[in-house]
């Protein structure tokens, strides 16, 4: 069964300081991996996502996360964080075939302080 | 195109009343997924169809719920005899057809419920 893990329950970050959240799946076999972005009161936003080939992937807002098969691990990353940057992060891993089911994890809650 | 809608936004009710939920996916998308996230967890997957037909649903989804999809567009969410433990957000997404690679799930702003 395919499952996501995300270690950080709670990150504080300055503005303008660099941000990692982590993330790691189990799938059987090379998976589609999703990072979700859901502020207050909005719907989930989809930032990136990872297929196939280049295991580094930029997504929107300067987002960027990278997929490591040898740590099963597709961590995102920000140079620079913005204010408007606070909000739940969900990493998500999505079965090839089906009706493709998509499994979330718990959510990192970004809280960034000036 | 409008994206993915849901209705009501929030809903309070009353424990052991019936509540129904709408979601309007993209217009053309036949794909259409319900989700319920309670706090503190991500969304976890209750049911999908494709056009009309329901084929597929999650142990979560217990006799009180029901969902439907009549003409293949809008759906619609149903539990009877609502619990406290009930109480969270309700996520409707919507995808396209299609066979190649993933085809993205478009989220909904969720119906936030409330049960007193």
């Known amino acids: 069964a395919q499952s996501v893990t995300q270690p950080d329950i709670h990150i504080t970050v300055s503005e303008g300081a660099s941000l990692e959240l982590r993330c790691n799946y189990s799938y059987g076999a090379t998976p589609y991996l999703f990072w979700y972005v859901q502020s207050p009161g909005q719907g989930l936003q989809l930032l990136l996502k990872y297929f196939s080939g280049d295991t580094l992937v930029q997504g929107i807002k300067g987002f960027e996360a990278e997929f490591k098969r040898s740590q099963s691990s597709f961590n995102l990353r920000k140079p620079s964080v913005h204010w408007s940057d606070a909000a739940e992060y969900f990493c998500a891993v999505g079965a090839k075939g089906g009706y493709q089911k998509v499994t979330f994890g718990t959510g990192t809650k970004l809280q960034v302080i000036p | 195109d409008t994206g993915v809608s849901q209705d009501p936004r929030h809903k309070i009710t009353k424990r052991g009343q019936n509540v129904t939920f709408r979601c309007d996916p993209i217009?053309?998308?036949?794909?259409l997924y319900w989700y319920r996230q309670t706090l503190g967890q991500g969304p976890e997957f209750l049911t999908y169809f494709q056009n009309e037909a329901q084929l597929e649903k999650s142990r979560l989804l217990s006799d009180r719920f029901s969902a439907e999809r009549p003409k293949g567009s809008f759906s619609t969410l149903e539990i009877q005899r609502t619990e406290q433990g009930d109480s969270a957000m309700y996520l409707c997404?919507?995808?396209?057809?299609?066979?190649?690679?993933?085809?993205?799930?478009?989220f909904g702003p969720g119906t936030r419920l409330t049960v007193l």
């Open positions: 997404a919507s995808s396209s057809p299609g066979t190649a690679y993933y085809n993205e799930q478009f």
């Open positions: 217009s053309e998308h036949n794909r």
